[in-house]
């Protein structure tokens, strides 16, 4: 049953990256300087909380500003492919009442574009490792892994989150209401050590917390993850991709006539 | 084999009384649980489309021709009973799906034709052809926002014709586009036909559903009337058989004439000496059915109803069809025609036998009058009655002029 639906999703996958790429391209107007000015955001937040946690907070984290980089990329990855999967059933309803494939494509083809919008803060990213003459190990292999980890997780929130909208308008801002709390109960611009000990361990139920850790842990401080982290990550990508499913394949059959 | 198997199938809508749109209000309503109103949209529909075979789905607005068309394409599901469809399905329920106008046209095409299932390879060597095709070779890097409404429908049309389908499911798409295009998408279907696509399509142009369709679907109110050969199908529809829809066109009819009279009442004296007077017209097909809707081509028959007050000697029974923008198109009466009413008294009908409607399309509208012979008139009803003519030919025109080829 999943593997016939992971079939014909693969059957499907030159529309998936079409409608990726051209989501893509329009988010940026198809010029060079809109590529730019997207990256004008992140950079700036950087920059902010540079200062300020760096001069005001007198914290003694080492690469500061590496550590808050890799945190506002990935959160920043969570909470685009999260609102644009959101929005990815309600903004095609045209085409969701006028032809059938895979619902799950649309979800599916948003969380690449935000995946895509990622790529150029990382490039940037990349730079300032370079510019701070960070050395990587072996232990950057587990990046990768650690990046898909995210990306299924958002993928499962996006398939509940997008058919979930289809039927309650007020989804959009009760998600984001939850981004922003999670935004600071993650370890982003802080170390989880400024928590409690007591409560770092509920910290660290957030799997998004364990992911962003880890990522700076083998990109910036070369030292592997740990496999508790990773069994932890692999187990809640599993759950939430499973429930996000379960609630967007109950709700799809009716998604043309809500729309 | 069978194409597309239809059985036993229901669609019901649930329309909520009261709708619940935020989880706020699911939550606050949860122990109350919402009120609805089923609507059957569909029921009980049965019918199966053999491989190579056009299927023609008619009825009025409403009746659920699109609803069962977005079933068979997957895009709504059944409430109960089953779709079975053997073959791939293209779905032109409208054209140019998925068009971002902020894009350039050749991207468009891309998009578009992912979208109806074209693979990469064959997008990437057909997309001259069809922006050649759609004539808008100088425009393919031209964002599509800046583009006519009409080359939007020619860029979507020449991309869907290229698609390759095996069963083809078209809704109205016909009806959008002037006469040239509407004849280009005469010609891909009559190609579609040749190469054995099987077809259904939905439409209220009765004439392409004549030409195209073998068998022919009627649905009422979500419920199929019949199933059969496109002609039968056709003249049961157009002359209604006394199926509910006629009636409630009638009715449409019928209001309308009475909303007519009252202003003529008030606009004008009552200069018609009532002596006669006319009570009805009524229109009858060639099967002896009161209908207001006729196949072009065919006989009709115009009943004039009339209640003589007194004994009239020699009176005269006159005619005029009107085109619904007023024009003045035939008039006759019985002196014209040297027919020679003795005299009349009490109620009667005389009947205008046409034997062949020579309209094409459209509607028309009836005047009939009864005068003497010196045009001193007993009562007139200007324009107050109207039919309809539906096409049967691929003609333009309102009216047929018997002609041939030669060279």
Redesign the interface.
Known sequence: MIFKHIEELYSYR??IW??AW?DF??RY??SMLGYLWSLLEPLLMLLVLYLVFTNLMKNQIEHYQLFLFIGIILWGFLSRATNAGMFSIVE?A????????PRDIFVISSCITALLMSIFESVVFAMFMVFYRIPVSINLVYAPLILLFLCIISLGLSLALSA?NV?????QF?WQVLLQIGFYLTPIIYTIEIFPKNLQKFVLLNPIARIIISARNTIIYSSPAKMEDLLFMLLSSIVFLFIGYIIFSKLE??F??EI | MAAIEVEHLHKTFRIPHEKRTTVFETLTGAFNPPMYENFHALNDINFTVEEGEALGIIGENGSGKSTLLKIIAKILRPSAGSVTTTKKLTPFLELGVGFQPNLTAAENVKIYATIMGMQKREINDKIYGIIEFAGLEKFKDTKLKNFSSGMQVRLAFSTAIQTDPEILLMDEVLAVGDMEFQQKCMDVLSQYRKDGVTIVFVSHDLGAVRRFCDKTLLLNKGKQVVLGNTGEVLDRYVYGGGNEALNSSEKQNESKIAEIEVKSENKTPMWEDKEIEITNVEFYDKFDNKGARFNSFDPMTVRIFYNAHKKIYDPVFGIALYSENGENLFGTNTELKKVSIDSIEGKGHIDLLIERIPMITGRFLLTVAVHTHDQKPYDWHDKQYSFDVIPTCRDAGIFEVPCNWKI
Request: net charge positive; charged share 30%; no cysteine.
């Open positions: 030159n529309l079409q409608l051209s391209k329009l107007k198809n095609k045209n085409i969701v009442k006028k032809i059938y494939f979930l039927f309650y308008k007020d989804v009760i059959s009716r043309a006539e």
